[in-house]
């Protein structure tokens, strides 16, 4: 049936043989005349696994990897080795054959040298044929190894990918808050320097005092153009990230916070083990083991200490995660910290402005002790919301953590 089979299988395989269906998709997309791109942080992760294009490659490499078959290279193993074996049946018969009749003592002493050599060639190949069942079956064992070795390793690229997508779109959101904060103190200057103007025209300020300010806003320009620059490079290594054309248009929602629910549901020591069981670096780690045991047990090498170092790698590499997975838990621990405090501080600011704006308002009070208090409190927001952010960053790398990935920046 092997035989039969082999003839009709490799001209299935043939014909079979096509372009990926993910290239075409890709060149139309990048083609394409892309409007607005509106881009969420929670459902991020579903928009780069679906478009990203390497992801998209991932998922075909393991299907194909699935689909291999190592049954079709052992048909055609079988189908050749029958058919040398049938040939040297037909040799033997011959020369046995052949020997009917002759008296020559010589001659009957060749022909019975060379029947001899033919069925000892005759009997190697019918071993080889007879180990085939139990190599097709080895093969198979392997070909398991490899499409899971294959699937883990695209799903851990995969998540790597989402993984930095994620925090680049965190990246994204604080560099437009300070682009923002920045243009706000760029107005004010303005406002400044127009009313300073003034003051040197009246005789009451200085021209250095104008020339100080003017050199300010200069130097504060020069960061915003290059803070921008920085955003606009971050924007299209997101939208590339999602699958969109590079110069797609993107924009993004606000980040949400991490909430109260979320920190009460942290357990380190119940993370922490689903952390190591999820582990790709701890899975590849325990493979090389499983390899190099399987090559020592099957007379692959005789090197035992091959085996016995890709053990020690292994338990390195678990103390390893354990130690990157404690450091996550304790940034988090140590950003929730923070962002309580910055919180506090944003609360009692908001109070000592809100009754240093009443006093203004009532002739209480200066206009410069007003302006401190604004000042105080638009500190404390700013420190709140990078706070806010440095927390859903700990919690959001601590989150993937979980799931077994982790970036060496981590």
């Not at 506090?344 to 006093?359: I, M, N, R």
């Amino acid at each position: 049936m092997k035989r039969a089979a082999a003839a009709g299988l490799c001209a299935a395989l043939l014909c079979g043989m096509c372009a990926p269906a993910y290239a075409a998709d890709t060149a139309a997309a990048q083609t394409a005349v892309q409007t607005p791109v509106r881009l969420t942080f929670d459902t991020l992760e579903k928009t780069v696994r679906e478009g990203n294009v390497s992801i998209r490659s991932y998922q075909q490499t393991v299907e194909s990897a699935e689909k291999t078959d190592v049954s079709d290279q052992y048909i055609n193993k079988y189908f050749n080795l029958s058919q040398q074996i049938d040939a040297y049946d037909r040799q033997i018969r011959e020369l046995k054959k052949s020997r009917d009749g002759i008296t020559d003592t010589a001659l009957l002493a060749s022909i019975n040298g060379q029947i001899k050599l033919l069925q000892a060639q005759r009997e190697s190949l019918y071993r080889q044929y007879n180990d085939l069942d139990d190599d097709e079956d080895d093969a198979k064992d392997e070909q398991k190894n490899t499409v899971n070795s294959t699937r883990r390793q695209m799903q851990n690229n995969a998540d790597t990918i989402c993984m930095s997508a994620e925090n680049n779109y965190i990246s994204l959101a604080s560099m437009q808050y300070s682009l923002a904060q920045t243009e706000r103190s760029l107005q004010q200057l303005d406002r400044t320097i127009a009313q300073t103007k003034k003051q040197v025209a009246l005789g009451i300020a200085t021209k250095n005092a104008l020339s100080g300010l003017q050199s300010q806003r200069e130097l504060l320009a020069a960061k915003q153009k290059s803070a921008q620059t920085s955003a606009d490079s971050l924007r299209n290594t997101l939208a590339i990230q999602c699958g969109y054309p590079t110069g797609t248009e993107i924009t993004i929602e606000a980040l949400p916070g991490v909430t109260n629910e979320q920190l009460a549901a942290i357990d380190y020591e119940k993370d922490l083990a689903a952390a190591l069981e999820n582990s790709y670096s701890i899975w590849s780690a325990s493979d090389s083991v499983r390899k190099a045991s399987d090559d020592y047990e099957n007379d692959v090498t005789n090197n035992l200490h091959a085996y016995e170092a890709a053990k020690i790698q292994r338990d390195a590499t678990e103390e390893s995660v354990k130690s990157s997975f404690r450091k996550l838990y304790k940034t988090m621990q140590e950003k929730i910290t923070a962002m309580a405090a910055a919180q506090g501080d944003l609360t009692q600011a908001q109070k000592t402005f809100a009754v240093s704006e009443l006093q203004y308002k009532r002739g209480m009070i200066s206009r410069l002790k007003y302006e401190e208090a604004q000042d105080t409190y638009t500190t404390a927001q700013e420190t709140a919301e990078n706070a806010r952010t440095d927390l859903l960053t700990a919690y959001n790398n601590y989150e993937w953590a979980k799931r077994g990935v982790m970036s060496s920046a981590n």
